[in-house]
């Protein structure tokens, strides 16, 4: 009797300590990836391992300003997204936002901006607004310090775009990408987030006849006038590649840049037609397709995946790592 007695007592005092056990504990965090020797270039290393600093160009003061190369990471993702979205799309943008400058410096040897390294002139580099840097995009940055994607130990050309219209591009048919499309781009399904603006997933926008024989020549086509406009051919996701405008044909790529890239939203068309003296096109998503869409990347977050599962969904085969801490 006296050993049940004794046996039920222990019952009592363990049980809440077993359940609290149950209430405190919590699933590790996922590690950061290990820490791997990768070629950082002279021009901006401070030693192995060690975080780089970068001379910029900002635009806005047309001077060159000296930052920690986290930094001015954390100015790219405030500039290209959101500073209130979900933090692993904002650290995802990290990561390919440290990616684009490490192959831009690496391959490029730097800006064309003399004694700087990358500079915030969107038409070389990516944006930037170091005004909308919050706490969400500082523990966004901070949480991927270093990491950078990589293939076969090179830096990818980290490409993102805002929204892909359901499905990502090649790089040879969203970009007029003139050498071979690189091995780690893929076409995907994007789930891209109902969130995004409606106009964005589907628009319209109706040029002049001048406005398109203006694009045209800049973009390499030559005509006086035209009756009918076409797509002549398609890429794996469906998008234009080569337009034409009565029989002037044209690179589509080549020719969203030359009309106005925020007006022709992608070259992912569902339809383009002469009425009288104006073109009409219709289409779906904004950018150029390739790599990551913003808005999938949005849509991922919010579905629970981490900065580096939504990279890994748009790029094939990549390694994603840690250069310094």
């Known amino acids: 009797m006296r050993l049940r007695r004794y046996a039920k007592l222990i019952v009592i005092i363990l049980a ?55 930094q001015y990471v954390a100015g790219v993702v405030a500039g290209e997204m959101k500073n209130d979205w979900p933090e692993e799309a904002l650290a995802a943008q990290a990561i390919l936002a440290r990616t684009f400058v490490m192959e831009f410096i690496t391959e490029k040897g730097g800006s064309k901006y003399k004694g700087a390294h990358v500079s915030t002139d969107i038409e070389e580099a990516q944006a930037w607004n170091q005004e909308a840097v919050n706490d969400r995009v500082k523990r966004a940055v901070e949480r991927t310090k270093g990491e950078v994607a990589t293939y076969n130990d090179k830096y990818v050309k980290a490409w993102f775009h805002a929204h892909a219209g359901g499905t990502t591009a090649s790089a040879k048919e969203g970009l007029a990408f003139k050498e071979d499309e690189p091995p780690y781009v893929k076409i995907v399904k994007s789930p891209d987030s109902p969130d995004a603006p409606p106009d964005d997933k589907a628009w319209t926008a109706v040029f002049s006849k001048a406005e398109i024989l203006a694009a045209l020549k800049q973009a390499g086509g030559q005509t006086n006038d035209f009756s009918s406009a076409k797509i002549v051919e398609k890429g794996p996701s469906g998008r234009a590649v080569t337009l034409s405008f009565g029989n002037t044909a044209v690179s589509a790529p080549e020719f969203r ?46 579905q629970g995946k981490k900065a580096e599962d939504i990279v890994n969904y748009y790029f094939k085969n990549i390694d994603i790592v840690r250069i310094w801490e």
Do not use: N
Not at 32 to 60: A, D, F, N, T
């Open 257 to 302: 840049l030359a009309i106005g890239s925020t007006k022709m939203k992608s070259t992912y068309l569902t339809d383009i037609r002469v009425e009288g003296d104006k073109v009409v096109m219709k289409g779906k998503g904004y950018g150029h397709g390739v790599g990551m869409s913003q808005w999938g990347a949005y849509a991922l977050a919010k």
């Open 16 to 70: 809440p300590l077993l359940l609290l056990s149950c209430v405190v504990r919590r699933p590790a965090e996922t590690p950061p990836p290990e820490l791997v020797k990768l070629k950082i270039p002279e021009s901006i290393s401070r030693g192995e391992g060690k975080e780089p600093v970068l001379k910029v160009y900002v635009q806005k003061t047309g001077q060159i300003k000296e930052l920690p190369f986290e």
